[in-house]
């Protein structure tokens, strides 16, 4: 059974910043695709970035030129580095991967983290 694990989130002051990382374990043979979502009470939950199939990333406007997502592929990890937080970024981020557990054939199926809280003061 795959598994994603999230770590880093906690309190940040605007301004600052903060590296979120997301560990798959169990049986992975690749990451095919790292997305984070947030998500905050009463809404939806919400694309901030994600490294697609391709290899293309994309981001949400709001977080365009403040946040970068990352992966390593030999740690089957991803990455999401925030900078120049604002309040407005205060949520739950959730890990999202497309992982591939029986070789290259395999096309893989998407697995969600737990979620970590991220919080912005002013």
């Known amino acids: 059974q795959v598994q994603l694990a999230e770590s880093g989130g906690g309190p940040v002051q605007s301004g600052g910043s903060l590296r979120l990382s997301c560990k798959a374990s169990?049986?992975?043979?690749?990451?095919?695709?790292v997305s984070w979502y947030r998500q905050t009470v009463g809404n939806r939950r919400e694309l901030v970035a994600e490294i697609t199939t391709r290899g293309n990333s994309n981001y949400a406007d709001s977080v365009k030129g403040r946040f970068t997502i990352s992966r390593d592929g030999a740690r089957n990890s991803g990455f999401l580095q925030m900078d120049n937080v604002v309040p407005e970024d205060t949520g739950v981020y959730y890990c999202n991967m497309i992982v591939s557990q029986w070789g290259p054939r395999d096309e893989g199926e998407m697995y969600w983290g737990q979620g970590t809280q991220v919080t912005v003061s002013s």
């Open positions: 169990g049986p992975v043979f690749s990451i095919n695709a």
